[in-house]
Structure formats: C-alpha cells, structure tokens
C-alpha cells in the first residue's frame, strides 16, 4: 500500500499509525536528535536528520524516494494552547510542509496540528500554495475521545488529493465519529490502578484532579508533582488528600495509544516532551483507515486475471439487498474487499484456502486488529454472495 514519507515525524506516532493501517513508510525526517533516536529504535526505515525549513534543500532528495502519500505534523507550539499564541519561526515550518508537497506532488497528503493552527497566518498561506498545486482539501478538527482515543485532545487535520474535490473524506470522517467519548476506564478497564490522578494546571483556576470515567485532559510536554501547596478546585474529581499521584509517563504515553512495547529513549524529560508532542497513535491510524477506503473506492486497481471479472458494482447491489446497512457501510465493505484483494492474490478466491492465505500474509498481520476483522467480515459477505450466485447459475443449468 501506497509509499509514503513522514515530515516532521517526532517520535512516530503518525507514522506508527499509518503503519498500522498498511501504508508502507519509505523514510522519515526529523530533527530533533533525541525523537530521531527513538524513532530508529521502532521502525525499520531510515530517519532522516534533514532541515526542513530549507525545502528548497530536500526536495530533490524526497522525490527520489516516490512517495504516494506525504504526512507530516510540523512544529506547534507556536499555535498551541500552552504556547505564547505568536506565529514566530517554527510556524513557518507550516510553509516548508506545503512548499514540499507542491514540488513532490505526492497523490495524497495529511497535515496535522493543534486545532488553532487553523485560524494562523501560517496556515492560510500554506492553504495557497497547495489549492494552487491542485489539491483538493478535507480540512478538519478531530476530537481524539470521540475517535477512540481517551483523551481530550483536538488536532486539525488538513488532508489533500489531487484526484478529489474539496471535503472528498468529509463524510467517511462523521461516520467514523463515536456518540459517546472513550474514557480512560473504557479504554484501560482494570489496568490503572488508580481512579483517580492529578494534572498539574497552567493555574490554580483550573482543576487539576481528574477521574478514569471521564476521557484524560490534553496530554502536555510536562508532567508534574503534586505540589504541597495545591489548593483543591471546586471541579475536582476528588479531594487533594485522596488523590494518589500524578501519571507515569508510559501511563501518558499509553494514553497517547503508543503500544506497550514502543521503546522509549533519552531521560524522562525527554520521554515526556516526545510524548506530548506526538500524535495519538489510533487517531493517526483511524485518518489513515478512512484515507485507504477512500482510495480503494476511487483508484483503479489490478488484479490477476481470475479476479478481473469480479463484479464489485452487482456486488454493492446485493449487500442493498439482502444487508441491514448504510450505503457508508456498504461502501466501506467494497473498500475492504478491494483491500483483501490487493494484499493477498490467490486462487481460489474467496474461498477457506484464500482467507488462511490472506491471514498468514505479512502485510495483513501488519493491520491493526479493527481493520483485519472489518476485512474479513467483508470476504464473508462476499462468500455469501459468491456462494448464491453459484447456487442460482446451478438452478438454471438443471
């Protein structure tokens, strides 16, 4: 699945993501020393310790490497929430990551950011130079807790392709949104020992204690103590005096989503900045599953010969037919199939021999658990369908 290049990749939560999903990673750039380190120790591609701010510099070197897709979350703490709110240098980064993609011309990009990055400066001019590349753009600000992540955390999303109009991922994105947020309890169940935790505020207006049945605040770059002298908050989940302690930083880096045996490098400092700078591993993962059934829907795509006659529009008919779903759903159901087709070719499709087939196959054991589930449940709906149609051809023999 499509070649693609993480900019600005930190410590790999957008890449790890995007793994997940199938993309195939060909190389990342990141400048940072410490990330870069601790992004080598987790992915087998190489991390590139280039300048990004001299596009000019690296273009060249990132069209050599083919990238179908471009990702990248550039510098935010000049348009977060816990910063100065001062469009300075580092946002200009924001303008290096859209000089990239205009001169690469990648079919695909995703950008990603604190939600206030899309009211900057930076931001509108980046906008320009990549409407007049001729991406069409879904642009839009995700709250991780109703996605899956349990947490707070709001990132904006620009996401772009030279094939689409403006919003083409809009409403595969609403689909996806959860009715109810995913709380640290949901997601964790009895695996914190704890019910509730302290977060230290930018002030002591704002409430610092918080409980596992509710998502977890925005996970920041620092993480402190309980001081002595905090005062309690009429908000709090509790009492200061029954409070345990703040979160571990692995707890911080799990609720991030980053997998247990992501291996963290550098001080705990550092730990903790990389940390709250990353992307949350399933939100990342959830825009890159959304992007790959867009494509799969609107790209043509080869298959050997005896797979060439499927008929995937009389296929979408009986799903309508004979399925309680959305036509989203059975889109996405289509899309899945399609995706099963293009990691595993095999004869005897879709028979049992195909599907162990498919399951023993690398790349599919590289999906995350949701999507290979959603693949098979698509290649038994597709043997439903194949089986009945035999059986009516059978009929018509006799």
């Not at 999903?21 to 750039?29: D, E, L």
């Not at 610092?208 to 908000?235: C, L, M």
């Not at 009492?239 to 703040?246: F, N, W």
């Not at 070719?345 to 599907?355: H, S």
């Amino acid at each position: 699945m499509k070649r693609t290049v993480d900019l600005f990749a930190g410590c790999g939560g957008l890449s790890l993501g995007f793994q997940n999903a199938g993309f195939t990673i060909v190389s990342a750039f990141e400048c940072w020393d410490m990330a870069a380190a601790c992004y080598s120790q987790n992915f087998q591609h190489p991390v590139l310790r280039d300048d990004l701010s001299q596009a000019d510099r690296v273009i060249e070197k990132i069209k050599k490497m083919r990238p179908e897709v471009i990702i990248g979350g550039p510098p935010c703490q000049d348009f977060s929430h816990a910063g100065k709110r001062v469009e300075a240098s580092r946002a200009g980064l924001t303008g290096s990551f859209a000089q990239i993609v205009a001169a690469v011309r990648p079919g695909y990009f995703v950008m990603e950011n604190v939600d206030r990055a899309q009211k900057s400066a930076a931001y509108k001019a980046a906008r320009e130079i990549l409407v007049e590349a001729g991406y069409g753009l879904t642009e839009v600000v995700l709250g991780a807790s109703f996605y899956g992540v349990p947490q707070r955390r709001k990132r904006f999303f620009c996401i772009g392709s030279l094939k689409q109009e403006d919003g083409f991922l809009a409403e595969r994105i609403l689909q996806a949104r959860s009715p109810k947020e995913t709380t640290l309890r949901d997601y964790f169940g009895i695996a914190l020992d704890i019910e509730h935790y302290y977060r230290h505020p930018r002030n002591y207006n704002r409430r610092a204690i918080f409980s596992i049945d509710e998502p977890a605040p925005t996970i920041r770059g620092v993480n402190r103590p309980i001081p002595q002298g905090y005062p309690g908050h009429p908000n709090d989940a509790c009492s200061v005096s029954q409070c345990a302690r703040p979160l571990t930083a692995l707890e911080r880096a799990l609720i991030q989503t980053f997998p247990p045996d992501f291996k963290w490098v550098g001080s705990k400092t550092d730990m903790e900045q990389m940390v709250g700078n990353a992307v949350p591993v399933k939100l990342a993962e959830l825009v890159a599953n959304l992007l790959i059934d867009n494509i799969t829907e609107t790209e043509d795509i080869t298959f050997v010969a005896h797979v060439e006659t499927i008929d995937f529009q009389d296929f979408f008919a009986w799903l309508e037919q004979t399925q309680p779903l959305s036509q989203r759903s059975r889109k996405d159901i289509v899309s899945r199939l399609k995706r099963a087709l293009a990691i595993c070719d095999a004869d005897g499709f879709p028979d049992a021999l195909y599907r162990f087939q498919l399951e023993q196959s690398t790349r599919f054991k590289k999906l995350s658990p949701t999507v290979r589930s959603q693949v098979k449940r698509a290649l038994g709906l597709y043997a439903e369908y194949h089986n009945e149609r035999l059986t009516k051809q059978l009929r018509m023999v006799v």
